[in-house]
C-alpha cells in the first residue's frame, strides 16, 4: 500500500499541495511481509541480562525483562519506544528462560507469567496471571518523535498529537482524560502511532477486560492500555502484539487484516456470494429504512423509476411492516429487503412498548440477564431486561424462540435481517441460575446465532465488530466515529426528535445541526482515515450508523457523500412518500454514480490510502491491485483539475475518471 504523507510546508512560496515525501516501505508489502516465515528462522533473538532482543519485520525488538520497557531498532537505525515501564511497577522478575521463540520470566509480587516472542514479524507478549489484578501496560505515544495517534473509533481517526482540539477533555469533543472499553468502544482492537517514517501498531486479540486511557501529557496525547485479570471474567490471560510500520495512518489496521488473514478470520464477500448469491445484491446498493408510503409496492415502484437500480430496504417491527406485495415489487426491482429485529431485549407482553421484546412462555423473566445480586440487568432505555444469549442457545433445541421469531418475521418473502446489538461490544456476565455466562460466552452464543440466520438470510447487525465479520453481510454502525456528545444530543428529544409521528419519526427524519465540537469530532475530514475499511474492507458492506441517515445532517451532507464514495461505502438513508418526492432524485443520481464503482471494488481489499495536500484536504485510496482509485477533494480550492467538494473516481477500465459533486446532484 503506497503511503504518501505530507511535510509541514516551509515558506518557500511552493504551494502545499507539493510539500509531499513518498514513505520508504508501502504498506500493500506492510500487509503481506508479516506473515513471511523467514522473519521467524532467528525468532529465538538474544538475551543479555534484562535486555531481550527480538528480531522483528523492519527491524529488532528490544524488551526489558525487568519493566515490560520495550524499544526498537529499525532497520535503518532508528530507535524507537514502544512502551514505557508498566504503570505502578511489577516487582522484582524471577529469573529468565530461553525458549525457542524467545523467552519467559515471571513478576511474583504481581502472580504474572510472561512471554515474549517473534511470531509472523511482530513482538508477541502474554501475560497469564494466578490471581485477580490489573496491569497498566503497554504505555504507549512516549516518544518524542510520535506525531499522530491512530485509533479506530468508527471507520478511524488520525490524530496529531498535539492537536489542541483533542488534547482537550471529552465535555469539549476532545480524547483528554477519558478511557475507553477495547472490546465495546472501539471498532477494532488495536491503536498505534506514527513517528515520521515509521510507526508502531499495538493489537490486542485479548480485548475483553482491556481499556485504553487516554491523556494529555504536556500538550501531548499520550495512551496507556490496562487489563483486568478476573478469574470469574475467565480474562486471566493477556496479549498484546507490537508490529513496526512505515508510519502510514492506515498501518495500523493493514497489519490488523494480516493478522486476521494468518488465522483464518477473515472473511470474504466473494465468498458469501457463492454461499448465498443473494449477498450480491449488497453491491452497488445503498440503504434505506422506509415508512409510510415507501414501504408499500407502489413506493417500491417509484423508486425504481427513479433509475435506482439497488437497494437494500429495511422496515421496523412494528404495527404495520412491508407486505408481501411490497416485498415481492422490491425483490424484483433487485432490491434487498428486512425488517429490524433484536434479541437482546425482554418486556412483559402485558405492557411492552415494543413488538420485539414479546416473547412466549416465561422468556420474560426467566432469560433475563442477572447481576451477582441476582437483579435482572435492566434494558436498553431503562426498558425490561437484557436477555441471555445462553439462556437462548440452551432453549433453541426444544422450544425454537429465535428460530420461529425468526420464520414469523420473514413470513412476507423478506431475503435479508437486521439484527441489532447481536454484532456489537455490548457484552454481558450473567449470573443467572441455569444460564450463566461470561462476556467471552456471550460473544460466542451470539456468533452461533448469528451464523446460523446468516445461511438463508442477508444478515446485518449494528456496528460490527470484527469477531462477527465473517457471518454478517453489512453493518449499519461501523462507519460512523461516535463521540459521547452524539448520545446526549439524541436524548434531547426536542432538538433531535421523537418516535411520532409514526409514519415519520422526528427522531430519523428531523434535520438537526450539529454543536461544532461533534462535528468536528465526527466529520471534519482532516482527521478521518480508513482504518476499519483498510482492515474489513471486502469481508462486508460497512455503513452508517442507522439513525444518521444521509439527509439528516445537513451540513455533513458533502463531507458524508465524500468520504463514502472515497471509502466505497454505501450512504444510509430514510423514507417515507415526502421524502421519496423531495429527496429521491438527488438520492438517485449519488446511488447511479456509487453502484458501478461498488460493483466492481465492493469485494476488493482498500489498498492505499494517502493525504494529497498538507492540510489534508485531498485524499486518496485504491482498492484491489488498480481495480477502483478515488479521488476527494474535501476543500474549497481546486486541486489538480478537481474542484472542492467535488469526487472523481477511476476504474481500471476507465478513459478517464467519473466526477461527482453531491451538491449540485439533483438526479
Known sequence: MTSEVPQSPKATGRSRTTATRVLAASLALTATTFGVAGCDSAAAGTLEGSRLELPVAGGTAVVDTASLAVNARTAN??????????????????????????A???????????????????LRIRLRADRDGTVSWPVTGTDRAASALQLPRGEGLDVPVRDAFWNSGAQKGGLAGTTVDVSEGLSLPLWGYSMGAAGVSYLTPTDIGTSLRLASTGGRLRTTAAHAFDAGEDTRDYEVSFALTDGNPVAP??????????????????????QHPANGKL???????????????SGVGRLKRLGVDRMWLGYDAGPDPMNAAAVRAAKKAGYLVGPYDTFANGQDPKSADSPTSVWPGRVYPDFCIRKADGTPETGF?????????????????????LADRTRSMVANGADS?????????????????????????????????????SKNLVLGSESAQPWANEVLAYDHGSGTPAADGLWKLERDRKTWGGYFPAKAPGAFFKPVKLPAEL??????????????????????????????SYEKLPEQKTTRALLAMLYNTPLNYVLDGPALEKKGPAMAALQKYFSPLH???????????????????????????????????????????????????????DAKPRRLCPAQATG
Not at 437486521?418 to 444460564?435: I, N, Q, S, W
Open 381 to 401: 432505555g431503562n426498558r425490561g431486561c437484557y436477555l441471555s444469549s445462553r439462556a437462548f442457545e440452551k432453549a433453541e433445541p426444544r422450544k425454537h424462540y
Open 519 to 548: 462535528a468536528t469530532a465526527m466529520y471534519d475530514p482532516k482527521y478521518r482515515v480508513p482504518l476499519y475499511e483498510t482492515a474489513l474492507h471486502g469481508s462486508l458492506v460497512n455503513a452508517e450508523r442507522w439513525e444518521l
Open 77 to 102: 537505525g532508528r530507535e524507537l519506544v514502544l512502551s514505557g515501564p508498566a504503570g505502578g511497577g511489577l516487582g522484582k522478575p524471577g529469573p529468565v528462560t530461553r525458549t525457542a521463540r524467545g
Open 104 to 122: 519467559r520470566w515471571s513478576y511474583p509480587a504481581k502472580g504474572l507469567e510472561v512471554s515474549a516472542g517473534a511470531e509472523r514479524g511482530r
Open 417 to 453: 435481517y437486521f439484527l441489532d446489538v447481536d454484532a456489537t461490544g455490548a457484552l454481558f456476565r450473567d449470573h443467572g441460575k441455569g444460564h450463566e455466562m461470561t462476556k467471552a460466552d456471550d460473544r460466542a452464543m451470539r456468533l452461533a446465532r448469528m451464523r446460523r440466520l
Open 599 to 653: 460493483r466492481a471494488a465492493g469485494t476488493e481489499r482498500l489498498t492505499s490510502f494517502r493525504w494529497l495536500t498538507g492540510d489534508r484536504s485531498v485524499q486518496r485510496t485504491v482498492f484491489g491491485d488498480g481495480t477502483l482509485t478515488v479521488t476527494a477533494n474535501f476543500g474549497s480550492r481546486a486541486h489538480d483539475g478537481l474542484p472542492g467538494g467535488c469526487v472523481d473516481a477511476k476504474l481500471r477500465t
Open 283 to 297: 453491491l452497488g446498493a445503498f440503504h434505506a429504512y422506509v415508512w409510510g408510503d415507501a414501504r408499500t409496492a
Open 253 to 274: 489496521a493493514a497489519d490488523y487484516r494480516s493478522y486476521l488473514a494468518q488465522r483464518g478470520q477473515l472473511g470474504s464477500l466473494r465468498r458469501k456470494i457463492r
